[in-house]
Structure formats: C-alpha cells, structure tokens
C-alpha cells in the first residue's frame, strides 16, 4: 500500500477541483539490466546451492551472475537472458525453472544529479561573516549565514540545525551509511568522520579502496563527496564546511558502476546485505540512517519487491531509516509522477527548498513526498578535495538524513516510526504562492532540525515494564508517543502491558485518536456513564458515532474488560466500508474460528484481511483467534499500530 495523501491536503484539493498531473510528460518505461532471481533448497550450503542454480540456469539458456545475497538454503543471484531473449522473457522462463522461489527484474536506478553552479573553492575560508548567533562549530563556511555571501552556509540556519546542535551533537556515535558514487577517501575535511577501512563497491564486490587503485578514483562522478559533506564533513575542526549530523562516523557504499554512473536492484540490494552484515558481526555499531539520492520514475518500480524488502527490512529488524532525493524534474520542470525507492511507504523522500524557504519550481512533488529542506545553492566538499556549491534534492536528502542522526543521538530509543512523527510534526509551513504545492504534495512542510530533535526529547515515551525486543515494543512506543495510549500515572511508569482494557479505556484511545477534539452532541444516555468522568467525553463521542454500542440493559459496560472479538467489531464499525474485499481464507485458517460469535464474525473476518490482527501464536506454528478472551493493553497497542499503518484508521 502507499503512503496516503494527507487527509486534509486530499480535502482540500478534491474543494478546489484540483488533480495531481505530472507537470511534464510521462518518464520512460523502467529500464532493466536482466534479472534477480531466488532459488531455495532447505539444508542446502551456499556453495552447494550457488552450483545447482547456474547448472539450472544455465539449462534453461540464462547466465548466472553476481550473488546478491545468501542465507539459510536461500540464495539470490541476478541473472542474464538468453540471447535472442529480452528480460521479461527471461523472467518468465525463471520463474518455471525448479527450485526458484521468486524472481523479479533487476531494475535501474540513476543518480539524481545535482545542479552544478559553477562555482568552487580551493577552501580558502569566506572573509564575511554574517552570524545570527554564535554557533558550535567553527568551521569558516558555518558561520556564514547570508545566502549570498560566497561562499556560505545558510542551510544551517533556515533549518535551524545550529540549534539542534545545541541540544545534541552525534560525535561519531551515531553511524549514517551513504549508498552513493562513492567518496574521496582521502578529503581533509571528511577522513575524520569517514569508516574507510569499511568502504565498499557493492556494484563490483570490492573495497572502495580496491575501486581506486583500479580506476584511479574512488567517487565515479564527485556526487557521492558532495553528499558526504553535507552529510557528516568534520565539524568544528577550522576548516571548510560542518556536516549537518555533527560528526556522524560515515559509511560510503559505492552502488553505481564505471560505464554511465547507474545502479541496478543487485547493487541496492548487496549494499543492504552488506550493511546488515556489518551490523550482525559487530563491525559498526547505531546505523540509524541510510542516504539515497538516486531513483526511478514510473509505476513499474514499485514492483520492485527485493528492494523493497530491503528497505523494509532495514527498518523493521535494525531500526535504520532510508532517507531519499525527492527529485529535480526533466528539462526545468517538476515531475509528479512516482519516484522510487523515494516514494515506497517505509522511506522519506525529500523536495528541494529556495534559500528564503520557497519551493524550487522544478524540485519534484506528489502525495508520497515527505519533507522539504534547503536545495538552493549548497556549498560542500568536491572531489579534487576541496569545495563547490550545487542544487538539488540530492543536497536536500543529507540535511534531513543529518538531523535523523541528531534526532537518535539525542533519543537513542527512539523508533523510526517516532523519528518519522516527530519530523512532520514540527515541520514548518511553506509559504509559497508562486509554487504554491499545499493540496498537491504530501509534504509535511519545512525541516525544523532543532523542533525534531527537541520534540523526539520530549515525546518519546518509554514504560518500565516494556521490554525492547519483545513483540509489542514497538508497537506500545508508537502509541505511546502519539498521545493514543498513555501509562499509569502511579509513580512507576507502568503501560500495564498484559493488564485487560477496559472498555471506556477502549473508547478512550480511539477518541484520542479519531476525534481531533470533538465533543458529542448530546449524552449517550447509557445508564452507567456519569456526567463527569474522565472517559464521559470519549464514551458520548464513540457512541454517537457508531462506533460502541451500549449493552440490551442499557449500560455501556463501564469498568468490564473488553474481549478481543469486542474490540475489532468497534476497530470495524469506525473503518470498513461497504464493498471491501475480505479475503475469508484467513478467517477459516484459524482453527477457532468456529467460537466467533455471529455478530462479530464480519469485523473478525474483515480486520484478518485487513491485517489489523494475525491472532495469538501458538507453538506449533498456528495462530488462534481467541476471540472471548479479554483484550491485553499491549495487544490493543499491536492492533492499533497495524490499522493505522495498514491505512485503515
């Protein structure tokens, strides 16, 4: 499923009669470089099963290529056609050979280039300083605020990252991987921050060192150094320019090859099974953030599952948020068309701002863009080991990626769905009538380093008796810190995460989250629901709008727990709409789904479908729906994060 437009932004646009249209002409059909294609044999080495996936291949006419990743009698390798064969008929023919678990297109990505304004230095220090206010970085560059003193950095102030920095600087515990052109291993004013000894080509399986000795350069292009600057460029150390990140250690992965500068799925994804590997073998520690500034245009690449699981996983298993170039348009105009992997649900895809926080007309916009920040005029470091300034959504990208890493430095515990609010939530209005894109993008606004990472301080909610690493954790920290569910307020900092929900408590956190402050017309006039209690508001509300019903007595049923069949009948009467589609198999997978009563049976059935509930596993295996037992708070927290992520709340 995609990102949703905005709920108030699709309003506004459906009043004004307005539609989002590509501002240029469609981009091309996806262009493809062979195949991926997975191969599964339980039991089976790598060595075992790499040898019977080329014999396989290779009878059916396909060139095995280079492994993509390896794991438990599983293996993924790309592949090329036969000759004669175009991809899409090498796929088909994969996808009937035995043993091939899945296979896909190996798609190609670009580089989102930036705009080169002519301009560079050799890193000879500005001599006019324009300060709004001391800073704690005293590189020359960064402490000149005025957009057109030359040369500058502005970007620091209009998102306020020098105030961020005085919340909270990274100072190299906070790692932030680049999947790039590469870097110059050797710029004076990056080495300190770099992890060199771990730089890679995942586009040729080799060092980056490696890279350099055989081509003479280590950054096929200079775009990867641009974005390392702004990125992690030593702060603080008297020399050119200070990184938004202030000092994260930086991991550069080279992902494009040496002919025209492109990347394919294979590369993406080893760079992903790379970082993975990394992190499980201890060899760098926090990787919160991955930097992208490349991508696709067109509906096709969101079938690209493999990376997308990648990045998924990247997000789910290790906590690590991939940030995105939104895009800088065709011939001078603004595309609005998807942009992938930007656009996928799980990244944050960034649009370029003037330097008086204005939209640059042809940065890219649609309903899956995230947040905009500085892309006008960016001074970083070069290549050839000093500095130039460029333009674009790809010096956007690594101003938000910076302040990510400031936002888990100051909140180590934070998750990538809180790091997520916590950026739109503070976001700034952009006001722009000449490119006014308020009903037309899904961006949360302006990037506000300093509100993000002093909200992520503030909103983050943590309860004693919630343990990382169990299956609710992430699941009570997301609704935790979006207000939907609070703790005891017993001294302890208790969620009370196995105690039953009552059901006033139930209609409770969906008015919390549903009501946006609304207050019913009238008393429910359930006999049990006082005029004045803290859940009174909240009762009316949710009975006046459907979604409780009180008991055949006349009661609501105040102070009785609430039992799982209960709870998704009232998560069902809020979200289902007439003429979804239920997917009833998984309803009579269960093995209980006979002890549904009748009256819930359609909500049960439904919010299975909808993945607003999988049920409780069992240890063979199975999972039951149990749908008389009372409800526990944190399989509340579970059911509520999964509707709403699944766009269904």
Request: glycine letters at 8%.
């Given at each position: 499923?995609?990102?949703?437009?905005?709920?108030?932004?699709?309003?506004?646009?459906?009043?004004?009669?307005?539609?989002?249209?590509?501002?240029?002409?469609?981009?091309?059909?996806?262009?493809?470089?062979?195949?991926?294609?997975?191969?599964?044999?339980?039991?089976?080495?790598?060595?075992?099963?790499?040898?019977?996936?080329?014999?396989?291949?290779?009878?059916?006419?396909?060139?095995?290529?280079?492994?993509?990743?390896?794991?438990?009698?599983?293996?993924?390798?790309?592949?090329?056609?036969?000759?004669?064969?175009?991809?899409?008929?090498?796929?088909?023919?994969?996808?009937?050979?035995?043993?091939?678990?899945?296979?896909?297109?190996?798609?190609?990505?670009?580089?989102?280039?930036?705009?080169?304004?002519?301009?560079?230095?050799?890193?000879?220090?500005?001599?006019?300083?324009?300060?709004?206010?001391?800073?704690?970085?005293?590189?020359?560059?960064?402490?000149?605020?005025?957009?057109?003193?030359?040369?500058?950095?502005?970007?620091?102030?209009?998102?306020?990252?020098?105030?961020?920095?005085?919340?909270?600087?990274?100072?190299?515990?906070?790692?932030?991987?680049?999947?790039?052109?590469?870097?110059?291993?050797?710029?004076?004013?990056?080495?300190?921050?770099?992890?060199?000894?771990?730089?890679?080509?995942?586009?040729?399986?080799?060092?980056?060192?490696?890279?350099?000795?055989?081509?003479?350069?280590?950054?096929?292009?200079?775009?990867?150094?641009?974005?390392?600057?702004?990125?992690?460029?030593?702060?603080?150390?008297?020399?050119?320019?200070?990184?938004?990140?202030?000092?994260?250690?930086?991991?550069?992965?080279?992902?494009?090859?040496?002919?025209?500068?492109?990347?394919?799925?294979?590369?993406?994804?080893?760079?992903?099974?790379?970082?993975?590997?990394?992190?499980?073998?201890?060899?760098?520690?926090?990787?919160?953030?991955?930097?992208?500034?490349?991508?696709?245009?067109?509906?096709?690449?969101?079938?690209?599952?493999?990376?997308?699981?990648?990045?998924?996983?990247?997000?789910?298993?290790?906590?690590?948020?991939?940030?995105c170039a939104g895009g800088n348009g065709k011939n001078g105009q603004p595309l609005t068309e998807p942009c992938y992997p930007g656009d996928y649900d799980d990244c944050i895809s960034v649009t370029a701002l003037e330097a008086d926080g204005t939209n640059i007309s042809w940065s890219d916009y649609n309903k899956y863009k995230d947040i905009s920040a500085p892309g006008r005029s960016i001074w970083s470091t070069s290549a050839n080991g000093g500095y130039a300034k460029l333009s674009g959504s790809s010096l956007s990208a690594p101003i938000v990626s910076g302040t990510v890493a400031l936002m888990y430095s100051a909140e180590p515990k934070a998750t990538p769905d809180e790091v997520v609010n916590a950026l739109k939530t503070t976001a700034d209005p952009i006001d722009d009538p000449v490119n006014d894109r308020t009903n037309t993008s899904g961006s949360a606004g302006a990037l506000n380093s300093a509100e993000a990472v002093q909200y992520i301080k503030d909103t983050v909610t943590r309860f004693s008796d919630v343990e990382a690493g169990t299956w609710y954790y992430d699941a009570v920290q997301y609704v935790g810190s979006n207000g939907i569910m609070n703790g005891y307020d017993n001294g302890q900092g208790n969620f009370g995460t196995f105690d039953n929900l009552m059901r006033q408590d139930a209609a409770g956190l969906l008015y919390n989250y549903l009501a946006d402050g609304a207050t019913a017309s009238e008393h429910c006039g359930l006999s049990d629901v006082p005029e004045d209690a803290y859940y009174t508001n909240a009762v009316n509300w949710c009975v006046e709008n459907g979604i409780f019903n009180g008991y055949d007595d006349g009661t609501f049923g105040v102070n009785q727990p609430i039992t799982r069949q209960e709870f998704l009948g009232v998560i069902y009467n809020w979200a289902h709409e007439a003429g979804d589609v239920v997917d009833e198999t998984i309803f009579y997978s269960r093995p209980d789904y006979w002890t549904v009563a009748t009256w819930a049976t359609d909500a049960v059935k439904w919010c299975l479908s909808e993945h607003v509930v999988n049920g409780t596993a069992q240890p063979d295996g199975t999972f039951l729906i149990n749908p008389n037992s009372n409800i526990s708070r944190c399989e509340v927290a579970g059911i509520i994060s999964n509707a709403i992520k699944a766009g269904v709340l």
């Open positions: 499923m995609k990102k949703p437009l905005h709920a108030l932004a699709a309003a506004a646009a459906l009043a004004l009669g307005l539609a989002l249209v590509p501002a240029t002409a469609l981009a091309e059909p996806a262009e493809t470089d062979g195949i991926i294609v997975t191969v599964s044999q339980p039991g089976a080495g790598e060595i075992s099963l790499l040898s019977d996936a080329r014999s396989t291949l290779d009878d059916a006419g396909l060139a095995a290529g280079d492994v993509v990743s390896a794991d438990d009698g599983t293996l993924t390798l790309e592949a090329r056609p036969a000759e004669g064969q175009t991809d899409e008929q090498a796929l088909a023919t994969a996808l009937e050979l035995p043993g091939v678990e899945s296979a896909q297109l190996n798609y190609v990505y670009q580089i989102i280039g930036a705009v080169d304004e002519d301009a560079a230095t050799d890193g000879i220090a500005p001599q006019t300083q324009t300060l709004r206010q001391t800073i704690l970085a005293n590189d020359p560059y960064a402490q000149v605020s005025d957009p057109d003193a030359s040369p500058n950095q502005y970007w620091l102030y209009n998102a306020d990252l020098v105030g961020a920095w005085s919340i909270t600087r990274s100072n190299n515990l906070v790692t932030i991987a680049m999947f790039d052109s590469g870097v110059t291993l050797d710029h004076p004013d990056l080495a300190g921050n770099l992890l060199a000894d771990l730089a890679w080509d995942s586009y040729y399986e080799r060092t980056l060192a490696e890279t350099k000795l055989m081509t003479g350069t280590s950054d096929n292009g200079g775009h990867g150094t641009a974005v390392a600057g702004v990125l992690a460029a030593v702060a603080n150390n008297g020399t050119g320019v200070a990184g938004a990140s202030y000092n994260a250690n930086l991991l550069p992965v080279k992902v494009v090859n040496d002919t025209n500068g492109n990347t394919n799925t294979g590369a993406l994804a080893r760079a992903y099974a790379y970082l993975f590997d990394l992190i499980n073998t201890k060899r760098v520690s926090n990787v919160r953030v991955v930097n992208m500034s490349l991508g696709g245009y067109g509906d096709t690449f969101a079938d690209d599952d493999l990376l997308r699981a990648q990045i998924s996983d990247a997000r789910d298993d290790y906590g690590i948020l991939t940030v």
